[in-house]
């Protein structure tokens, strides 16, 4: 089998690469720096060179893990359209040229295949100053519904992975933010912040998952299933206060 992941050069898409490799299979990284193949997804001419590249080299992959992503933030009364658009170029019509890319490629062989795209707990869930970023990962929920339409008469499965808060080069330094990943911590069912490899375990599983297709699972820990209104956590707030 051969693997395209787009963004393997660090985080998410790294740990990827590195358990299907472990597994065998053939990964070509498609990264902006980094990778096997220097590609820009947001760029479609960038995008056709690559998908030219890998099967010229490695012949139509069979899986696509769409990684690659940017993060964002900006309230939406200040945030200038330039910052907009480039957010949505990457994560969103990024994911759309790799997905189309990898597609055509699989249907021009008659092959079938498996896609999975890297979506967010962030597109169903509403973060303030996040605006952009939040709206590029719910297009790509939809769009993995849309494209399993489409192309499952060719064999071609489409999901999505949405992480939760996840430790990558992407999310910094958190503990600069002081009691934020305290607060994270004690909302996530599972009791911490995801590691790439979470996530990781994750994609790879719904890559083989035979008779799935236009879903996204959330790989979060649970934390998507926190209500803000968690009167009950705040009466244990409350408790943990005073007997201090």
């Known amino acids: 089998m051969t693997a395209i992941v787009t963004g393997g050069g660090s985080g998410i898409g790294l740990a990827v690469a590195e358990r299907l490799r472990a ?3 053939t990964v070509v990284v498609w990264d902006v720096k980094g990778g096997d193949i220097d590609c820009d997804i947001s760029d479609s001419d960038s995008v056709t060179a690559a998908i030219g590249r890998t099967v010229g080299s490695h012949g139509v992959p069979d899986r696509l893990v769409a990684c690659a ?3 964002a933030s900006g309230l939406l009364l200040d945030q200038e359209p330039v910052d907009w658009q480039r957010v949505i170029n990457t994560n969103l ?3 759309w040229l790799t997905m189309r890319a990898a597609a055509q490629a699989m249907i021009d062989q008659g092959s079938g295949g498996s896609i ?3 979506s967010s707990i962030s597109g169903t869930l509403a973060d303030r100053d996040m605006g952009a970023y939040c709206v590029s990962k ?3 929920d939809m769009l993995v519904r849309v494209a ?6 060719h064999g071609i ?3 999505a992975v949405g992480p939760g808060v996840t430790r990558t080069p992407m999310l910094a330094s958190p503990e600069q933010l002081p009691g934020w990943v305290d607060g994270l911590t004690e909302r996530t069912p599972l009791g911490r912040l995801g590691e790439a490899d979470d996530i990781a ?3 790879v599983a719904v890559l083989e998952l035979s008779w799935v297709t236009g879903q996204t699972v959330f790989a979060d820990g649970g934390l998507a299933l926190h209500s803000p209104i968690d009167s009950y956590g705040q009466v244990q707030r409350v408790i943990a206060r005073r007997a201090r």
């Open 116 to 118: 999975v795209a890297v």
């Open 157 to 159: 499965r489409v999901n």
């Open 201 to 203: 375990e994750a994609i």
């Open 138 to 140: 719910a297009g790509i």
């Open 148 to 153: 399993a339409q489409e192309w499952g008469g």
């Open 69 to 71: 992503g940017i993060g």
């Open 93 to 95: 019509t990024g994911t």
């Open 23 to 25: 597994g065998g299979q």
